[in-house]
């Protein structure tokens, strides 16, 4: 089991700058990556950052240049993913997700779980 605990989100101005951090305990051992998503209203949940233990780190294309993705992993402590977000526009208001997700067994055929947070909403208006 894996809890993770949002802060940051809340209301800027279009072109501002917000952080989101996410805490991760528990089996964090056994996190293989850690990311934040997003999900409008009536809409699926689409991914907008991760990065994984091994410091590779994927962007959708909407935030490319503008958002950026760092984590500390740390077997025996909190693993933290944090998301800066910079140049702000309005398209960006939703909710915020955290993920980790936990890989264990063979390498081969590995099994793997997902875990959320709670959400943090992000507002972008003037």
């Known amino acids: 089991q894996v809890d993770l605990v949002e802060s940051g989100g809340g209301l800027v101005q279009p072109g501002g700058s917000l952080r989101l951090s996410c805490e991760a305990s528990?089996?964090?051992?056994?996190?293989?990556?850690m990311g934040w998503y997003r999900q409008a209203p009536g809409k699926q949940r689409e991914l907008v950052a991760t990065?994984?233990?091994?410091?590779?780190?994927?962007?959708?294309d909407s935030v490319k240049g503008r958002f950026t993705i760092s984590s500390i992993f740390a077997d025996n402590a909190k693993n933290t993913v944090t998301l800066q977000m910079n140049s702000l526009k309005p398209e960006d208001t939703t909710v915020y997700y955290c993920?980790?997700?936990?890989?264990?067994?063979?390498?081969?055929?590995?099994?793997?779980?997902?875990?959320w947070g709670q959400g943090t909403q992000v507002t972008v208006s003037s």
């Open positions: 993920n980790a997700v936990t890989k264990w067994g063979p390498i081969e055929a590995p099994a793997s779980a997902a875990y």
């Open positions: 528990g089996r964090v051992r056994y996190i293989d990556a």
């Open positions: 990065v994984t233990f091994r410091g590779s780190s994927n962007y959708a």
